[in-house]
Antibody, heavy 116, light 106 residues
């Protein structure tokens, strides 16, 4: 059974880069598209982007200029980097495994607060 | 982007009763609709995909239906563990989008 474990800081300073890691266990990395989402009271659940085991990425257009999602299959990890953060980026961030465009597996979530 | 609108925002029901949740899409599509359940402090959990197919391990009291722009999640007899927020998600087009959720409460 595939499981996801998130790690990374819960507090980021405004204008800096938000970085999170998701570790995949219990299955091969080629099984899913590995994705990041966020959830905030104002915007609800929002898909951010995904990376496939080949390194192919697809990003939400509104975040594309600040976003980088990458993967290290040797470590069974994928990563989120969101630069130049503002208070609007404060949210619970989830990693998830996407299969046929359905979010089949979820990480536990990380509450990230952007401070000034 | 496809906008997903859920109604009602809050649904008050008693254990054992039937709950019917609605999800409307701003564009028509065929069956590319999923439902998730989220409990406080937890990540969402996949319940239904392809509008009506239950995910592995999901109880038979959960059923989905609909196509086009109107979709429904039905919980036939609410159990205590079913009180949660439910979200629909379309995967007909990118970006993948979610509804705002329906909170099912006592």
């Amino acid at each position: 059974q595939v499981q996801l474990q998130q790690s990374g800081p819960g507090l980021v300073k405004s204008s800096e880069t938000l970085s999170l890691t998701c570790t995949v266990s219990g299955g091969p990395m080629r099984s899913h598209h590995w994705t990041w989402l966020r959830q905030s009271p104002g915007k609800g659940l929002e898909w951010i982007g995904y990376v496939y085991s080949s390194g192919t990425t697809h990003y939400r257009s509104s975040l594309e200029s600040r976003l980088s999602i990458s993967i290290d299959t040797s470590q069974s990890q994928f990563f989120l980097n969101l630069s130049s953060v503002t208070a609007a980026d404060t949210a619970v961030y989830y990693c998830a495994g996407l299969y046929s465009n359905v979010f089949e597996i979820w990480g536990q979530g990380t509450m990230v607060t952007v401070s000034s | 982007d496809i906008v997903m609108t859920q109604s009602p925002v809050t649904l008050s029901v008693s254990p054992g009763e039937r709950a019917t949740l609605s999800c409307r899409a701003s564009q028509s599509f065929s069956l590319k609709l999923a439902w998730y359940q989220q409990k406080p402090g937890q990540a969402p959990r996949l319940l239904i995909y392809d509008a009506s197919t239950r995910a592995t391990g999901v109880a038979a009291r959960f059923s989905g239906s609909g196509s086009g722009t109107e979709f429904t999640l039905t919980i036939s007899s609410l159990q205590s563990e079913d009180f949660a927020i439910y979200y629909c998600q379309q995967y007909h087009a990118w970006p993948l989008t979610f509804g705002g959720g329906t909170k099912v409460e006592v």
